[in-house]
Antibody, heavy 118, light 108 residues
Framework: QVTLKESGPVLVKPTETLTLTCTVS??????????VSWIRQPPGKALEWLAH???????SYITSLKSRLTISKDTSKSQVVLTMTNMDPVDTATYFC??????????WGQGTLVTVSS | EIVMTQSPATLSVSPGERATLSCRAS??????LAWFQQKPGQAPRLLIY???TRATGIPARFSGSGSGTEFTLTISSLQSEDFAVYYC??????????FGQGTKVEIK
């Protein structure tokens, strides 16, 4: 059974760095046909893809946030980590991780709501 | 960046009726389009990929069509569990995805 679970702080202050962890099970992060992406959704708004890491460690980022994002993975721990620097209230959102297979997100985590406020 | 535009923003439909949702891409994306359903408090669920192929376990009342820049999701006979927000998403220049802004299907 494939599952993904996001974890991290529920509240961060402006200018702080956010670190989120996606722990996966039911598949391996080294599987050549699979990767993991992070996607966010501000309250009441649309989905926004943020970053992707492939099985061979290739990384991709949304152009508008590239300077603030870092994605990495620890295959032995089955974890993918996203860091976002210089957080702002507009970054308040539910952050999802999703398994990507053949370019599509076929399994998603439940999401974690991150609020940016002083 | 490819911009995805969905219409209408809200669609009011009675149970049992047909719902037709539209999605337009700012440039051709061939058939590299997916549709997702999202219910409150839940993650999105993949419904359709390749513009017209239903994902595993998706009922036949959901169908997708289109190619290039114009796409449609049709729900042939709305069931109570189908009232949700629907998003289109292109994956033409993977992994630089973009999503549409969503169409809310509500009970009339």
């Amino acid at each position: 059974q494939v599952t993904l679970k996001e974890s991290g702080p529920v509240l961060v202050k402006p200018t702080e760095t956010l670190t989120l962890t996606c722990t996966v099970s039911g598949f391996s992060l080294s599987n050549s046909r699979m990767g993991v992406s992070w996607i966010r959704q501000p309250p009441g708004k649309a989905l926004e893809w943020l970053a992707h890491i492939s099985s061979n460690d290739e990384k991709s980022y949304i152009t508008s946030l590239k300077s603030r994002l870092t994605i990495s993975k620890d295959t032995s721990k089955s974890q993918v980590v996203l860091t976002m620097t210089n957080m702002d209230p507009v970054d308040t959102a539910t952050y999802f991780c999703a398994r990507i297979r053949y370019s599509l997100p076929d399994y998603w985590g439940q999401g974690t709501l991150v609020t940016v406020s002083s | 960046e490819i911009v995805m535009t969905q219409s209408p923003a809200t669609l009011s439909v009675s149970p049992g009726e047909r719902a037709t949702l539209s999605c337009r891409a700012s440039q051709s994306i061939s058939s590299n389009l997916a549709w997702f359903q999202q219910k409150p408090g839940q993650a999105p669920r993949l419904l359709i990929y390749g513009a017209s192929t239903r994902a595993t376990g998706i009922p036949a009342r959901f169908s997708g069509s289109g190619s290039g820049t114009e796409f449609t999701l049709t729900i042939s006979s709305l069931q109570s569990e189908d009232f949700a927000v629907y998003y289109c998403q292109h994956y033409n220049n993977w992994p630089q995805w973009t999503f549409g802004q969503g169409t809310k299907v509500e009970i009339k």
